[in-house]
C-alpha cells in the first residue's frame, strides 16, 4: 500500500468502481437469465391467440344439412275384404226376420220392447205381392190402386188368406242388407212404431231386387 494518501484514494477507488461493475455484471445476469426463462415458459402470442373474425365464421350450406330423408308414413293397417254378404232370397228373408225379432226385444227410439212375433206365411204372400207391384209398376206406396193382389195391405192379407187384422206394413228400397233395412225403419218414426207394435202378433217378410240399384225392396206386414 502506498503511503501518499493521494494515490491510496485513487487506488481505493478504483476497486470500488470495478467491485460495482462486477456487481451491476451480475445483478443484469441474473435479470437476463429471468427474463429469458419467462419468455422461455410463456406460449408464443403468435401461436396461440385465435382472433375471431365474423366473416370468416363457418358457415352450414343447404347441401350440408344432415339428410333426413323422405317422410315414410307409417304402414297402413292391412284391411281384410269384406265378408261376402248372402245373396240367397231365403237366407236374406230369413235374417231378416231374425233381424226384426232382435230389434223388437231390444226395443227403439219410439217404443219400448215388443212381443215375440210369429211367422205367418200368409202375410209373406201379402208382402210379396206388394214388391213385385211395386217394382214392375213403379208405385212406391203402401196404396196401389191398380195392384190386382189387392189395395190396401188388409186386401192383400185377405186376398193372401190370412185370418186375422192387419196392424202395419213398413216397406224399404235400395238397402243392400237386411240390417240396413232394419236400421232405416228403425230411425223412421211412423215405420218405428209399427215395427214395435205391441198388437202385431205375426208377421211376414219379403223382398226383390231394386232395379235402379243394386239393393233391394223389403217389405214387412204385421197382423194381430
Avoid: K
Wanted: glycine share 8%; with cysteine; net charge negative.
Amino acid at each position: 500500500m502506498h503511503s501518499d494518501p493521494l494515490i491510496r484514494h485513487q487506488v481505493w477507488h478504483r476497486r470500488a468502481r470495478t467491485a460495482l461493475g462486477t456487481v451491476l455484471l451480475a445483478a443484469g445476469a441474473c435479470g437476463l437469465a429471468a427474463l429469458l426463462q419467462a419468455l422461455w415458459a410463456t406460449p408464443s402470442a403468435t401461436t396461440r391467440r385465435v382472433v375471431w373474425a365474423p366473416e370468416a365464421a363457418p358457415t352450414l350450406a343447404v347441401a350440408e344439412l344432415p339428410s333426413v330423408g323422405p317422410l315414410r308414413q307409417p304402414p297402413l293397417p292391412r284391411l281384410e275384404p269384406p265378408e261376402p254378404q248372402p245373396s240367397d232370397p231365403e237366407q236374406l228373408l230369413d235374417e231378416l226376420f231374425e233381424l226384426l225379432e232382435e230389434a223388437r226385444a231390444l226395443g227403439g227410439p219410439c217404443r219400448g220392447p215388443a212381443p215375440e212375433l210369429s211367422w205367418a206365411p200368409d202375410l209373406d204372400d201379402a208382402a210379396q205381392a206388394q214388391v213385385d207391384w211395386m217394382r214392375s209398376a213403379d208405385d212406391w206406396a203402401h196404396v196401389t190402386p191398380g195392384n190386382p193382389a189387392g189395395a190396401t195391405p188388409s186386401e192383400r192379407a185377405e186376398a193372401a188368406g190370412y185370418p186375422g187384422l192387419i196392424t202395419g206394413e213398413i216397406l224399404a228400397w235400395g238397402q243392400h242388407t237386411p240390417r240396413a233395412a232394419i236400421r232405416w225403419w228403425l230411425h223412421s218414426p211412423p215405420h218405428c212404431r209399427a215395427l214395435l207394435d205391441p198388437q202385431a202378433v205375426d208377421a211376414g217378410v219379403a223382398l226383390t231386387e231394386d232395379p235402379w240399384t243394386e239393393g233391394y225392396v223389403w217389405a214387412v206386414v204385421f197382423g194381430g
